[in-house]
């Protein structure tokens, strides 16, 4: 059995990262085993050009290069030999960040981009191959998009602690990448817009319910956060 490839995506502050623990817990009592990764990282190497990445300031060729690099490292070492073994893999972001982040926040040639998702995700034997995907560009198979309104987000934010490169983006940048999202989401059925503005417990039920209505899990479980 191949495994499930689940990401989460939204705009810093919307609240995307809190609730991997509880997914977590959910698909383990389905009785799935569970990989939980993240990007930019999710290996040695590609933790270390997180580093860079969050910190240092860069063009912006540059640091879709670096998040693509990582992304590779993942990639073979990590997300596909997971989802090789059955595993689920919960991973708090992947490429659709960097076509929000890089692509509509930075402004970024989205084309490269595209190329650069081919080359890193598509398997091919004469680029060193993933090994399970054929020539098919890796995707994941369900994305959960938490959609909050940038101002929201940036008051959350606020003084929640010391921000890095891209939290301490003005929240026009963050309009954009939400825009991006938007237009990310709205070209592909992986997409589960998640209502981020809503309360904690209440953003949780509506990811167990996208997860149970798409046939990902047998039932509520009533793991709660
Ligand atoms: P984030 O996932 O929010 O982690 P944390 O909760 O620890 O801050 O931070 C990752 C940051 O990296 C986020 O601001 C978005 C940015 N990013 C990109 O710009 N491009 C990418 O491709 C990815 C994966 C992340």
Request: aromatic letters at 8%; charged letters at 25%.
């Amino acid at each position: 059995m191949r495994g499930l490839f689940l990401t989460l995506e939204g705009i810093d502050g919307a609240g995307k990262s809190s609730h991997i623990d509880a997914l977590a817990v959910l698909f383990k009592a389905q009785g799935r085993t569970v990989t939980r990764t993240r990007e930019p990282g999710g290996t040695p190497l590609a933790e270390t050009l997180r580093g860079l990445i969050l910190e240092q300031p860069m063009d912006a060729l540059t640091e879709s290069l670096l998040v693509f690099a990582a992304r590779r490292d993942h990639v073979l070492k990590v997300i596909e030999p997971a989802l090789a073994r059955g595993d689920v893999v919960l991973c708090d972001r992947f490429t659709d960040a960097t076509f929000a982040y890089q692509g509509a926040g930075r402004g970024f040639d989205t084309t490269v981009l595209s190329t650069l998702e081919r080359w890193v995700q598509g398997g091919r034997a004469d680029l060193g191959g993933a090994s399970s995907a054929g020539n098919a560009l890796l995707q994941p198979d369900i994305t959960l998009w938490f959609d909050l309104a940038p101002a929201i987000a940036a008051e959350r934010l606020a003084g929640a602690r010391v921000p890095d490169k891209f939290e301490s983006q003005p929240v026009e940048f963050f309009r954009r990448v939400a825009a991006g999202y938007a237009e990310r989401a709205a070209g592909a059925e992986r997409f589960v817009r998640i209502d981020a503005s809503q309360a904690r417990d209440q953003v949780w039920q509506q990811i167990e319910a996208a997860l149970f209505d798409r046939g990902l899990i047998a039932r509520s479980t009533g793991a709660s956060i």
